[in-house]
């Protein structure tokens, strides 16, 4: 696997060795750690081949893969704004892979500049202000509109699905259809009813793949083939970090020691703080795809011992060189509760040189001849030593280049080291039972049948409610 | 005062009268609190009567908002574009302004639709792909830049200044010049000499004032008037919240009474993290905004009885309703180490109804004639319930409506209570020390005059450095 670009992982500012035993983790915390990661590796190898995990085996399913690209092939040319409607999970990874891949300016580019791919846009709001401000901006005719929803009932995918169908009805009438894609559970749920009534060119998200552990499946993959990102580079990626995180081993295997990092530097050193900072714009989405994956998976309650425990540590996410002017002084100077995650590259895909005229400012010359890549390369730098030199634990994912394979590669390492993570911390990592009561509440307010109890509920503890404290 | 719109502060779910005592503030505590805090007020009167707070004074400079209105309409309808080039509080003011005041997709509306004012872009990055990429979309004739810098030095904005000018004269000759515009101290640095040399049109930041209390000096109102926003209101909005505060007594003064429940929270009840949730994308660049502000002016070390104290919550920005599908589940589940304070509008600018046909599905059916406001409404309001029942931390502040009169409002509330903040820690809010390392050591690696000692100590250091731990 030597010939092909893979990611390296380099741990040594998160051990004592470096940055000292007060906040770094030692070789025999690690090596005492081992045998119980030995086991949790054959346990998720055994519950892959008992189909438990199905999102391991997604970079495999060539057959979606080739209907994906045969259906935006069809489509290609044929509209001018796709804009997919999702939230969470079915927003975060399209919005990951454009960041990453397409134009910064995708946008805002010319037709001709696009290729005829068209404008993304993700709708993962339902803030009426963006959302009427959406649609003042794409023309039905001229516009795919594609809804995601894995039980097919989410309340804010739904109530666009509502709103954007009636108006693609009145405008285009009976060849609306031709507007709308769905993808959602290939059974249940009120999107895959309305699909199989209407006749609407569909999508179907494979059983047991939770929305955060999505991209992979045409919830990722039918935008970003729709705007010309090479999908099956992406799934070969994954495929790939599959194969580097074949070992057992946790010494060889860059998601378990990740996972057993991150879990070390929590629950022994006090580190309830996990910063996602890549040096690029482009990776800004996957570190928000990261921030609800690394949350939701592992912000959990559990009982052990007749006590209940909670646990998960908050990822946050930061930008460089921009957040070194925002949020570098709390990491440097504020508490030790935190670690940081540098995602670097390489290689950008552009050159850009600072070349000016002989009549440069004495104190600028030093920039002269530089890349901004070498202006980039030394604020991250610079930033690693300081924190490090303050003890401050860190940890580097170095890719040679972005790319749909790196980018793969990327999302099956963090997804399959959340997996070992909820092993450590001995939660459930693909559920979210937490979220239920606020829908409830919402489902209530909005006056759902089914819900008048509740409904009565709140009224009662609203008008009971403490009013005591306000300004 | 009660005749103008305000903003509400909410604080009844951080008490312990509703969350209990384990996580609640008590109105003891307050109480005990109440003379400090009285006490810093009137030590924030005292310096700033003295010259010391320069930002308070702020919403008060007529003349310069003159001037800035004055160019923003001898420019207008010259210049198809408006770069902003600058980082940190050079560029967050900006960002927040724009995303909150302006269409939210402001840059793809036609000339027509965008009433002649520019497409504004903040490039506040040095990444070679972003700002080669912003290239490709700006045409140096149709693009105004706006280059800000508070020290004339910050290496990110004169790389880019470099680069961007060099090409300007390259295209355009001696008329370079009018597409330049510059922000900076008016006395110091190298980017006010070239600016004295080359006759660049120019406004001044005011002394003492720094980045991340600058959104209201040219920093930010500049960009804000080029692209048609009210400064007058944005600015009476900031006038308005200070009398709002003028306050010394805690139960009146809601700047006060924030920094005091953040604190209060934080060193008594182990909350060390801050999430910042509007639930509006139009508010998530504030959000932002805040982040820095906080993080920077009280992430902090100090010495106490000889002892280094570090200090400082971390700030987290979340979105609602997207943010619900993303975090909640750990903040409703995970530990209990964060509040949350919700941004709240009770009016959005747009109404959209869920009016669909009669063939709507039944389990679908309560959401017909719901306006999406009361969607995310419901979310709002069953998330917050949700929360207050885990007994997790909570404040809300409520706007009626978004507008520049209620943002400058937000903006000078939060500054306040930063400085407050600062007082109730015992640390400088106004300085940074923490980032100059990192800074130093990134001159040092691109060869800057004067920091060759530290050259050779960093190749020392690396050569030195453990790379054992890697994968």
């Known amino acids: 696997m030597k010939d092909k670009k893979t990611i390296h992982l380099d741990f040594n500012n998160m051990m004592a060795d470096t940055i000292g035993l007060e906040h770094g983790i030692t070789e025999q915390e690690l090596k005492t750690l081992a045998p119980v990661a030995n086991r949790y590796v054959n346990d998720v190898k055994e519950e892959r081949s008992r189909g438990k ?11 979606i893969t080739t209907e994906i690209i045969n259906t935006a092939n069809s489509l290609k040319g044929k509209f001018k704004n796709l804009v997919v409607v999702g939230i969470g999970g079915s927003a975060l990874g399209n919005t990951a892979i454009h960041t990453a891949l397409n134009h910064p ?68 009438g009976k060849d609306y259809k031709d507007h ?29 793949v939770g929305g955060r552990y999505s991209v992979l499946t045409p919830v990722g993959l039918f935008s970003a083939a729709m705007s010309g990102v090479d999908i099956v580079a992406l799934l070969e990626g994954a495929a790939f970090m599959d194969k580097v995180c074949k ?37 800004s989405g996957v570190a928000d795809w990261f921030c609800q994956l690394w949350a939701e998976s592992l912000g959990k309650k559990f009982t052990l011992n007749n006590e209940v425990v909670h646990t998960g540590s908050t990822p946050v996410k930061a930008v460089g060189v921009v957040d070194q002017h925002s949020q570098l002084q709390l990491y440097m100077e504020g508490p030790y509760d935190k ?36 202006v980039m390369n030394a604020e991250f730098e610079g930033t690693r030593l300081a924190l490090t030199e303050q003890k401050h634990p860190n940890c580097t994912l170095t890719i040679d280049e972005l790319s749909a394979f790196t980018l793969g590669q990327l999302f099956y390492l963090f997804e399959l080291q959340t997996a070992y993570a909820g092993k450590f911390y001995n939660v ?20 759902r049948k089914g819900f008048e109890q509740r409904e009565r509920e709140i009224d009662i503890q609203l008008q009971r409610a403490q009013k005591k404290y306000h300004i």
Chains 1, 2 share one sequence.
């Not at 999102?55 to 060539?62: A, G, I, S, T, V």
């Not at 059974?187 to 009534?197: D, P, S």
């Open 247 to 283: 070992s057992d081993n946790l010494w060889e295997n860059p998601a378990l020691m990740g996972a057993a990092l991150y879990f070390l530097s929590h629950t022994k050193k006090g580190k309830n703080i996990v910063v996602m900072m890549p040096y690029s714009n482009a990776l």
């Open 428 to 447: 459930n990592a693909f559920d979210q039972p937490g979220v239920e009561a606020g829908k409830i509440n919402a489902f209530a307010m909005l006056g």
């Open 339 to 374: 670690i940081v995650t540098f995602l670097a590259i390489k290689r950008f895909s552009k050159e850009v040189s600072i070349v000016s005229g002989n009549d440069i400012e004495s104190d600028l010359v030093y920039l002269k001849g530089h890349a901004l890549n070498n």
């Open 105 to 172: 300016f995708h946008n805002i580019l010319t037709d001709r500049e696009r290729k005829s791919f068209p404008r993304v846009f993700v709708l993962d709001n339902v803030d009426p202000d963006r959302f009427s401000g959406l649609l003042d901006i794409v023309k039905p005719e001229e516009t795919l509109f594609n809804f995601i929803t894995k039980s097919g009932t989410t309340v804010e995918t739904m109530a666009q699905f509502l709103i954007i169908t009636k108006r693609l009805r009145d405008r285009l």
């Open 180 to 208: 709308v894609i769905t993808t959602t559970d290939s059974e249940n749920g009120t999107l895959r009813e309305i699909t199989r009534r209407e006749g609407f060119r569909s999508f179907v998200i494979p059983g047991g």
């Open 53 to 63: 995990l199905p999102f391991l085996d997604l970079p495999y399913q060539k057959n």
